[in-house]
């Protein structure tokens, strides 16, 4: 039984740190890309050391994510969980919900969850929304 936790604990480390290369890597890229853009350059060490806080930042990112969406009651990291982790930034909470409105806007209609309306309960026990299988 030990070794099955040590091998499950083993393949989490490894791909922890698949994700923190390829994390690195894409940080690497995008720090030349800018730089170069802007006619400057960036050195490897400072590349690295912005890589490596910029994984620290999204750990600690997720974490609170499922912290939000476990205290709501919810199994799944919505939207709303998001902008919260954004609270203590309003140029980044309000760019955050004005993405959330663009993307709902573009959702067709059928597809948004509609909160009943006592009104129409009738008409919702009648209704029905037929959600092909993919």
Not at 29 to 45: D, L, R, T, Y
Not at 57 to 62: I, K, M
């Amino acid at each position: 039984m030990a070794s099955d936790v040590e091998r499950v604990e083993e393949e989490e480390e490894s791909a922890t740190e698949l994700l923190r290369d390829r994390f690195r890597l894409c940080t690497i890229s995008i720090a030349e890309a800018e730089a170069k853009q802007n006619g400057m350059e960036v050195s490897q060490p400072i590349v690295a050391c912005i890589s490596d806080l910029a994984f620290k930042y999204a750990q600690q990112l997720a974490k609170d994510l499922e912290l939000f969406a476990q205290h709501a009651g919810r199994k799944s990291v919505n939207m709303e969980d998001v902008i919260l982790s954004a609270h203590r930034n309003d140029h980044l909470a309000a760019s955050l919900r004005s993405f959330c409105n663009d993307l709902k806007a573009k959702e067709p209609q059928s597809e948004r969850k509609r909160k009943k309306n006592p009104k129409n309960e009738d008409k919702a026990a009648v209704e029905v929304l037929h959600i092909a299988d993919p």
